[in-house]
Structure formats: C-alpha cells, structure tokens
C-alpha cells in the first residue's frame, strides 16, 4: 500500500509547513512588536489612543431617531439618483439610436 505511506507524508508535510508558517509569523509580528516597544511607538500609540478618547467624549452624537431620520433620507437621494441616471440614461440612448 504505497499510496497510503505516500498520504500520510502528504498530511505531515502539510501540518508541518502549517505550523512552520505559524511560528515564522509569529516571530516576525513578535520581532516587530520588540521593536517598536524599544523605539518607544508604543508609548506614542498609547498616548495617541487616549487623546482620541478624550476628544470622542466631546463629541456630540446623533439620537437614534435622528440617525433613523438620516438613514433613511440618504436612501431616497441615492433612489433618486439613481432613477435620474437611468432616465437620462434611457433618453440619450433613444437619442442615439435614432440618429445613428
């Protein structure tokens, strides 16, 4: 039975290269991380992400009945705009095909 041997090394060459891909990503992300602690981005990141959660706070946000009202005005000039396009659309072609 060859071909049985021959699925097996096909299944661990298989899991292998998985988890060989597996580690060598993980240093590389690792390796990264390392190095961008060392640089001192990290601390930047951190300070950066705290302001702009200071600054969201301050934010005023809509209402749901606002963001309802919104939602669905932007549908209907998208509806709109879209039934404008295939009117002049429908037209210009009318126009070219009967000249042409």
Do not use: H
Request: charged share 15%; proline share 2%.
């Amino acid at each position: 039975m060859p071909w049985a041997a021959a699925r097996q090394t096909d299944k661990f060459e298989k899991i292998f290269v998985s988890n060989t891909s597996i580690i060598i990503w993980a240093v590389v992300i690792g390796a990264a991380f390392a190095y961008l602690w060392w640089q001192g981005q990290l601390a930047r990141l951190t300070v950066y992400v705290q302001e702009t959660r200071e600054e969201l706070k301050k934010c005023s946000w809509p209402t749901w009945d606002e963001l309802k009202g919104s939602t669905v005005l932007i549908a209907i000039s998208i509806a709109l705009l879209g039934l404008f396009t295939v009117v002049v659309d429908l037209i210009f072609q009318y126009i070219f095909y009967t000249l042409f």
